[in-house]
Nanobody, 122 residues
């Protein structure tokens, strides 16, 4: 079972990136899926989550209105569209599959991707 995150890179402040997380080995179409990020020297933090139907989404306050999480269950893929990027968004971004509990806790997730680095230059 693997979650493969991609789409990270270097972007100027105010720019956009779209992250993808493709699952292989099993389907996660029935799972809530989440994105987390970890900046250097900081703990991993919640960014966004989406229910299995995609009808409900949840965001960390600092990304509301700028980031959009979506999913395509037919492709077993989750996306994170990031607009109006700020320097403080610089981090390694991880996707994860939810197993239960609060959406914003890392302990609520049981499969994790390897992470993709997003660097926002100011």
């Amino acid at each position: 079972v693997q979650l493969q995150a991609s789409g990270g890179g270097l972007v100027q402040a105010g720019g956009s990136l779209r992250l993808s997380c493709a699952a292989s080995g099993r389907t996660f179409s029935n799972n809530v899926m989440g994105w987390f990020r970890q900046a250097p020297g900081k703990e991993r933090e919640f960014v966004a989550a989406i229910t299995w139907r995609g009808d409900s989404t949840y965001y960390e306050d600092s990304v509301k209105g700028r980031f959009t999480i979506s999913r395509d269950n037919a492709k077993n893929t989750v996306y994170l569209q990031m607009n109006s990027l700020k320097h403080e968004d610089t981090a390694v971004y991880y996707c994860a599959a939810h197993r239960g509990g609060s959406y914003d806790y890392t302990s609520s997730y049981y499969y994790w991707g390897q992470g993709t680095l997003v660097t926002v230059s100011s």
